[in-house]
């Protein structure tokens, strides 16, 4: 018999609780960190809206790398509930007529966590995105296979790709840059959210690379160059490079892409490994189809992962900044509680 004293007195979290867990998943990565998410919270369930205000519509003019941020986030949330003793049950893409409306959350108690899910929460607010040069990451082979069980409950597949296909993803993202040189349209998006500092989103200069360091990354998203420096000059970038595949292309395909990113990220930084998740390369028709061609597991790739090891001596960069809860959370009437 279940010792009811262990449980949670509450049906759903406290709202401290929630604040709390939601403070700790806004850390979730997301494209040019616009943080497209808000949440609504009627005191029984938890709703998951895509905010199309911060939809970039040069960069991402179908909402796909908008969605799988998303999906980050919802899985960062998943995790640092469940620190607090609390399951969730997520219907994703709940309401056809509601293209906003992505997932939709409910709570039961959840008293003893597995020791994984326990790491992957301390290692939300160590997560950092790392775009400098990284050596190869030890223990390869055991990460991919722990990575492939965290995806496989989101129907995602996980390749990990050998040194010949280096060359393929270095053209597909070349060429995805290339693309973009002359869209006016692009180059105003991209400096709007990056470079800045002292705000609460977008992706500050202290987090770019110069051109020296750039140019040692070949498989990179090209952003505004930083001030010149020359950080890990003695290397040239080896990370492995994992690549996320859906079996197709909706919302819900996205949706758990940007879960699963969010699981292998996690348990790379567990691991004190340094990532960085590219989605631009597979935003175009033409690139996904060059990297489809090298991988050996099925499905239209989402995102490619470099993960690496960064020296020993790094210096730990200051966070990228967040919005505060009180921006992504709505907290109204249960429709019960309006009944009477």
């Known amino acids: 018999m279940t010792d009811s004293t262990a449980l949670p007195a509450s049906p759903v979290p406290e709202t401290p609780t929630l604040l709390a867990a939601l403070q700790l998943a806004s850390r979730a990565p997301s494209v040019h960190n616009t943080q497209p998410w808000r949440w609504e919270f009627d005191g029984t369930r938890l709703d998951l809206f895509r905010d199309d205000d911060r939809q970039l519509t040069s960069a991402d003019p179908h909402g796909r790398q908008l969605v799988i941020s998303c999906g980050a986030m919802l899985?960062?949330?998943?995790?640092?509930?469940?620190?607090?003793?609390?399951?969730?049950?997520?219907?994703?893409?709940?309401?056809?007529?509601?293209?906003?409306?992505?997932?939709?959350?409910?709570?039961?108690?959840?008293?003893?966590?597995?020791?994984?899910?326990?790491?992957?929460?301390?290692?939300?607010?160590?997560?950092?995105?790392?775009?400098?040069?990284?050596?190869?990451?030890?223990?390869?082979?055991?990460?991919?296979?722990?990575?492939?069980?965290?995806?496989?409950?989101?129907?995602?597949?996980?390749?990990?790709?050998?040194?010949?296909?280096?060359?393929?993803?270095?053209?597909?993202?070349?060429?995805?840059?290339?693309?973009?040189?002359?869209?006016?349209?692009?180059?105003?998006?991209?400096?709007?959210?990056?470079?800045?500092?002292?705000?609460?989103?977008?992706?500050?200069?202290?987090?770019?690379?110069?051109?020296?360091?750039?140019?040692?990354?070949?498989?990179?998203?090209?952003?505004?160059?930083?001030?010149?420096?020359?950080?890990?000059?003695?290397?040239?970038?080896?990370?492995?490079?994992?690549?996320?595949?859906?079996?197709?292309?909706?919302?819900?395909?996205?949706?758990?892409?940007?879960?699963?990113?969010?699981?292998?990220?996690?348990?790379?930084?567990?691991?004190g490994l340094a990532t960085c998740a590219l989605t631009h390369i597979t935003e175009l028709p033409a690139a996904r189809e060059s990297i489809h061609g090298v991988l050996t597991r099925a499905g239209v790739p989402q995102v490619v992962i470099r993960v690496g090891a960064a020296p020993a001596d790094t210096t730990v960069p200051s966070p990228t900044p967040r919005r505060p809860v009180a921006e992504i959370l709505t907290i109204r009437d249960h429709p019960a509680a309006r009944a009477t």
């Open 75 to 271: 899985h960062h949330l998943r995790t640092a509930l469940a620190v607090h003793g609390w399951h969730t049950d997520t219907h994703r893409v709940p309401v056809p007529t509601r293209p906003d409306l992505l997932a939709t959350i409910t709570f039961r108690p959840w008293t003893d966590p597995p020791a994984g899910v326990m790491a992957r929460a301390r290692a939300i607010e160590q997560r950092r995105t790392d775009r400098l040069p990284l050596t190869p990451p030890p223990a390869l082979g055991e990460l991919v296979h722990t990575s492939r069980m965290l995806v496989s409950p989101h129907d995602v597949e996980l390749d990990v790709l050998d040194d010949s296909a280096r060359p393929v993803l270095a053209a597909a993202s070349e060429h995805a840059t290339a693309n973009r040189h002359y869209d006016m349209d692009y180059h105003t998006e991209l400096h709007w959210w990056t470079g800045h500092s002292g705000g609460t989103e977008g992706v500050p200069a202290t987090a770019l690379a110069s051109d020296a360091e750039a140019a040692r990354v070949p498989i990179a998203r090209k952003f505004p160059s930083a001030p010149h420096s020359e950080r890990r000059g003695d290397l040239e970038d080896e990370a492995a490079l994992l690549v996320l595949s859906s079996p197709g292309h909706t919302v819900s395909d996205w949706l758990h892409a940007g879960e699963a990113l969010s699981a292998v990220l996690l348990e790379c930084t567990a691991r």
